[in-house]
């Protein structure tokens, strides 16, 4: 379970590819390769948490960001591309979405602008009359009509192509007091069919010959989501849901514990930066608006490509201070392409983003159905209960008069079968074994033959090491679901070759992790063989540091075993916290006693002589 979740909106950070694109008249949108476009700069951070890596991006513009940037830092965590399932491609239905309320109905749009029935309303509950009446630019529409307004008093009303009524005032025509009023009574009665995802009120200063412009004084007042959302949900069980932006306008301020309004994108950067050094238990929820009302909807490729890099400079500082117990999710709502001639929001699918907590390993997981998949990864994380762990590890004491309670007695040959593993179990409790190590596949076989008498012992990434760490933690936790108690795992020694150390001591502390959690023990295969001295000393480090229980030398598949001055080696230059087990051509009690008095507390042999 996570602690805290952080859910990070960037609001129309479309990727292109909606099938159901050309019936919104939004085929071919996609605001990912339209960013992209501006420049071949980097983006370490979005890269790392695996946008680049998602299915689909297949247009030409992010394909030539790639090939300038082969070396972009490779995925850490899931990555996917989400589709919408709601009848509408604008903030307020991307949001319930996300929250995991659908609609199935699109909210009412005005590209004629707004029926006499709703301006006569506007003029009775305001007691002004009003301007304009038409879909319009926001900066546009004060810059045609403020200095009527400013002569006349009259409220300036235009619509976009988004469900929206909005109205614009000076506020030294209008105070702001009155302008909200007006606002909060207007959505009174857009309701129903008129029921408009957002009335908002639009608050400008400034004069005819100076230039009107608009203040961050703006206010939604939005249509309540028609069922429980994410966050009442998670309110109602006790957690804390903290609103970082026009998260609050966009669900009608409810559900939410804590509340932080911003003045723009860098601000919103800024309070989510500050949240990482906050105890909380729950979901603290982020839109970037900016991306959207500044860039997107005035098609300016530049600035949304100068808004993505801010926000993926705070990211890469930002990833290094989640903890173990945090989730990190990045999504959007929707598209808004900059580079087509519509100003509009676009229908395209966005990039579903997950680090920490339960996300620690790269996987695709291709195209989803519907946002609301990111409020059931939130459920999962904060609402799902710990179990006791299933595995129960037999404790095992060591004798020095019995040579077999240092080993596991192994069979991994190919060949072996079901009589031959429970020959051997039978064997290893007659004899007093630490374990025995047996084939993924006969786990469950050995654990029921032992019946609770003795450790089950599996290998994993065997044995060459070069599965993917996904691929093993997936192997250690099923094995130990199995009934294993200790898992010996290869490590990646292309990585150490390769001198990737740092991704080869991530995957040990993530397959670690994930092994202690579900009650078993690490054992860390290094195969001595193929290593230099000074790679086996930086392993021995690397073992100590991500929490392994034992260092192990050798797989019995490579060109050599155990031998003993690999293990004294092993036994002065790893920690106290570790033990050394030596395995490969172990076959007599006189060999295994010399690996002993080397300093191994494990031996992996199939039989002594």
């Not at 996917?80 to 709601?86: F, K, Q």
């Not at 926001?138 to 200095?147: F, K, S």
């Not at 409810?254 to 919103?268: F, K």
């Not at 600035?303 to 926000?311: D, I, N, S």
Request: proline share 3%; net charge negative; aromatic share 6%.
């Amino acid at each position: 379970m996570a602690k805290r979740v952080f859910l990070v909106i960037l609001d129309s950070f479309g990727i292109g590819g909606a099938p159901d694109a050309a019936a919104f008249k939004d085929e071919g949108s996609n605001t990912l390769a339209a960013v992209l476009s501006d420049s071949n700069e980097a983006y370490p951070g979005l890269s790392r948490m695996g946008l680049m890596d998602i299915d689909g991006l297949a247009d030409e513009r992010i394909l030539t960001w790639k090939e300038a940037n082969k070396d972009r830092p490779r995925a850490i965590g899931s990555y996917g591309r989400l589709r919408e399932l709601s009848a509408g491609k604008d903030s307020t239905i991307g949001h319930w979405e996300i929250s995991g309320v659908y609609s199935s109905t699109a909210q009412p749009t005005y590209p004629d602008g707004f029926p006499e029935q709703i301006i006569g309303k506007i003029r009775e509950v305001s007691g002004r009359d009003v301007l304009c009446n038409k879909p319009y630019s926001g900066t546009q529409v004060i810059a045609d009509y403020g200095e009527e307004h400013m002569k006349t008093g009259a409220l300036i009303v235009y619509t976009s192509a988004d469900s929206v009524l909005q109205i614009a005032a000076h506020e030294q025509v209008v105070p702001l007091e009155e302008l909200y009023s007006v606002c909060s009574k207007c959505r009174e009665f857009m309701t129903g069919e008129h029921g408009v995802g957002r009335v908002i009120a639009r608050p400008f200063v400034g004069s005819a010959e100076e230039g009107f412009t608009r203040t961050p004084n703006r206010k939604d007042f939005t249509l309540e989501a028609p069922a429980s959302t994410l966050l009442d949900i998670l309110k109602d069980n006790g957690m804390d849901v903290i609103s970082i932006g026009k998260i609050k306008d966009l669900f009608a301020y409810r559900g939410l514990t804590e509340t932080h309004a911003t003045a723009d994108n860098t601000d919103g950067i800024h309070r989510l930066s500050d949240m990482l050094d906050c105890d909380f238990h729950g979901l603290c929820m982020v839109n970037l608006v900016d991306f959207d009302m500044k860039y997107g909807h005035r098609n300016d490729i530049s600035g949304y490509a100068a808004a993505m890099h801010e926000f993926d400079e705070a990211l890469e500082k930002m990833i290094p201070l989640l903890g173990k117990d945090d989730l990190l999710i990045i999504t959007a709502d929707h598209g808004c392409d900059p580079s087509t001639p519509s100003t509009d929001h676009s229908r395209e699918c966005v990039p579903l983003l997950i680090y920490g907590e339960g996300y620690d390993v790269p996987r695709n997981l291709g195209e989803i159905s519907g946002f609301g998949i990111v409020s059931s990864i939130v459920y999962t994380a904060l609402l799902s209960r710990v179990y006791p762990s299933p595995v129960k590890r037999i404790a095992h004491d060591l004798n020095k008069n019995n040579i077999y309670s240092y080993v596991d007695m192994t069979n991994l040959k190919t060949t072996a079968t079901t009589d031959d593993i429970n020959a051997l179990v039978d064997e290893a409790v007659g004899k007093g074994a630490a374990s025995v190590c047996v084939q993924p596949c006969f786990v469950k076989d050995a654990a029921k033959r032992a019946g609770g008498r003795l450790n089950i012992c599996t290998v994993i990434g065997f044995p060459n090491g070069y599965s993917t760490t996904a691929v093993k933690k997936y192997e250690a936790e099923d094995a130990i679901s199995n009934g294993a108690t200790e898992i010996d795992m290869v490590i990646n020694v292309n990585f150490i070759k390769s001198r990737r150390f740092d991704e080869a001591a991530l995957e040990i502390g993530i397959i670690a992790d994930a092994v202690h959690a579900k009650g078993a023990i690490l054992k860390v295969i290094i195969e001595t063989c193929l290593l230099t001295d000074t790679e086996k000393k930086m392993l021995c480090n690397i073992v100590t540091v991500q929490g392994a229980d034992f260092i192990k030398t050798s797989t019995g598949f490579g060109s050599a075993g155990a031998t003993v001055e690999d293990v004294k080696l092993m036994r002065h230059y790893s920690g106290t916290n570790v033990e050394v087990k030596a395995a490969g051509g172990v076959r007599t009690e006189e060999a295994a006693r010399e690996m002993i008095e080397a300093g191994a507390t494990r031996i992996g042999a199939s039989n002594l002589k």
